[in-house]
């Protein structure tokens, strides 16, 4: 059976030779773990199309244990990606992530669609890293069933107030009449994260935030991430440890 779709490397290993190990991220079939023969050679058609972050057009065979990478025909590969220490660690940690999160054997156009997004606003410097950080983690988390309750105060149902408070464990706002604990969040932090939460996907990236509070929403966002998935991110530990 040939299955047709486009899709992202999301992960990519030699094995043997000249052969590659590749987890694609594909539109129609979700997350797919195959093998590439031929494709580490130079002269393989399938050299380009099956390196880490490139997006392809596959062709993929179910083999009898395994998948088959048949054809990987490239339409974006990211190259710049790999001259800036940052975004190139950056890039793997979305990777990583959308890899942990999006679902397998099934559509994931979503998962895709943000992925590329994020992949060409980091490789065209039009979003600062903070915000293409928040916006994955936030949006990734919540789309694969852990969206906090943003909407208002847990307690009192209160939409705004001068500050509210976020609590991670539980994914829930607190008034500042009602909290007794929680992270105190700004109105522009609320409102980006509600953003991120309850935005249609093609405007997911659209909107803005001073340099401060990108910093304290990528902060936030990462917490939470951590708060609901049992999973330690290696290529997030080098991001941040490159960044301090
Ligand atoms: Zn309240």
């Not at 899709?7 to 590749?22: A, P, Y």
């Not at 987890?23 to 880490?52: I, P, W």
């Not at 890293?129 to 916006?135: E, H, R, T, Y």
Request: include cysteine; aromatic fraction near 10%.
């Amino acid at each position: 059976m040939l299955l047709k779709t486009d899709g992202v490397v999301i992960r990519e290993k030699g094995t043997g030779e000249s052969d590659r190990f590749v987890t694609l991220l594909t539109r129609d079939y979700g997350v797919l773990h195959a093998f590439a023969r031929g494709a580490k050679s130079l002269k393989s058609e399938k050299q380009s199309g099956t390196q880490l972050f490139a997006y392809a057009d596959f062709t993929v065979s179910r083999g009898k244990d395994a998948y088959v990478v048949t054809e990987a025909r490239p339409r974006e590969v990211f190259y710049k990606l790999r001259e800036d220490v940052e975004h190139l660690a950056l890039a793997q940690y979305f990777c990583e992530l959308t890899g942990l999160l999006a679902p397998e054997e099934t559509p994931a156009e979503e998962y895709l669609r943000l992925l590329l997004n994020a992949l060409y606003l980091l490789t065209t410097g039009k979003r600062p890293q903070p915000f293409l950080k928040a916006v994955m983690e936030l949006r990734l988390v919540s789309i694969s069933g852990y969206m906090p309750d943003l909407v208002g105060c847990a307690k009192c149902g209160a939409y705004t107030d001068d500050e509210m408070y976020f609590d991670r464990r539980e994914g829930c706002l607190y008034c500042s009449g009602c909290a007794d604990h929680g992270e105190p969040l700004t109105m522009g932090v609320l409102a980006a994260m509600r953003h991120i939460c309850f935005s249609e996907p093609e405007k997911v990236f659209s909107f803005t935030l001073s340099d401060d509070g990108l910093r304290r929403l990528a902060n936030l966002t990462q917490g939470y991430m951590h708060a609901h998935l049992n999973h330690t991110f290696k290529t997030l530990q080098f991001y941040n440890q490159i960044k301090t």
